[in-house]
């Protein structure tokens, strides 16, 4: 069983930060990149960044351009989100989630996954509270 489980959220002020943990453990033959997305209270769970497992690229929402950081520690199963700037807009539940293949499953892209649909495991979400 693959099992993603955040870590690093909580209460923050505006202009604050927080850095997100998620390690992931289980069976993973191939695992192609880790992402996160964010779900507010009444919005659609929304696509914040991601990056490959082998060689770091990265993709990054453009309203947190330049305020979050995406990383991983590949030794360690986990993905990291580091959140500055907070705004009180970046308040949600993070989700974490991996994208994975076996290895007889040819890629059929380069692109950076970034709905949700290309995505296999998820943790089961982080409260983020930025207030004003």
């Avoid at 490959?52 to 030794?75: E, P, Y």
Wanted: charged share 20%; glycine share 10%.
């Amino acid at each position: 069983q693959v099992q993603l489980v955040e870590s690093g959220g909580g209460l923050v002020q505006a202009g604050g930060s927080l850095r997100l943990s998620c390690t992931y453990s289980g069976r993973i033959f191939i695992l192609d990149a880790m992402g996160w997305f964010r779900q507010a209270p009444e919005r659609e769970r929304e696509f914040v960044a991601a990056i490959t497992w082998t060689g770091g690229s990265t993709l990054q929402k453009d309203s947190v351009k330049g305020r979050f950081t995406i990383s991983r520690d590949n030794a360690k199963n986990t993905v990291y989100l580091q959140m500055n700037s907070l705004k009180p807009e970046d308040t949600a539940v993070y989700y974490c989630a991996a994208d994975t293949r076996s290895p007889w499953v040819t890629k059929t892209t380069t692109q950076l996954p970034h709905t949700s649909a290309e995505y296999d495991y998820w943790g089961q979400g982080i409260q983020v509270t930025v207030s004003s």
